[in-house]
């Protein structure tokens, strides 16, 4: 069993700003691509931002310029910072760790976030 927790999710208004944090086993974590994913209700779950164990990052177009991930080694830890936030970011935000070359796949919980005025 990987531990992986989020947190950081919330309401917020149309325009404003969330910061979510991913923490992982440090064992995992130091060889593990890491991402975000989302889905929205009645939508498939999408990529939203991936990071490699050495801080290469990739971002989708319907976030890029608005969305920033980000890998603290130290801490086991990846964030995505949300900023100019809008309804259609409305989803259940998951935290993915993928062991390089394992062939394994995790998932945390889930942490929501709603962005609505």
């Known amino acids: 069993q990987v531990y992986i927790a989020e947190t950081g999710g919330g309401l917020v208004q149309p325009g404003g700003s969330l910061t979510l944090t991913c923490v992982a086993d440090?064992?995992?974590?130091?060889?593990?691509?890491m991402g975000w994913y989302r889905q929205a209700p009645g939508k498939e779950r999408e990529v939203v931002a991936v990071i490699t164990p050495g801080g290469g990052s990739s971002i989708d177009d319907a976030v890029k310029g608005r969305f920033t991930i980000s890998r603290d080694n130290d801490k086991n830890t990846i964030y995505l910072q949300m900023a100019s936030l809008k309804p259609e970011d409305t989803a259940v935000y998951y935290c993915?760790?993928?062991?390089?070359?394992?062939?394994?796949?995790?998932w945390g919980q889930g942490t929501q976030v709603t962005v609505s005025s």
């Open positions: 993915n760790v993928v062991p390089i070359l394992s062939g394994y796949n995790y």
């Open positions: 440090q064992e995992i974590f130091e060889i593990s691509a």
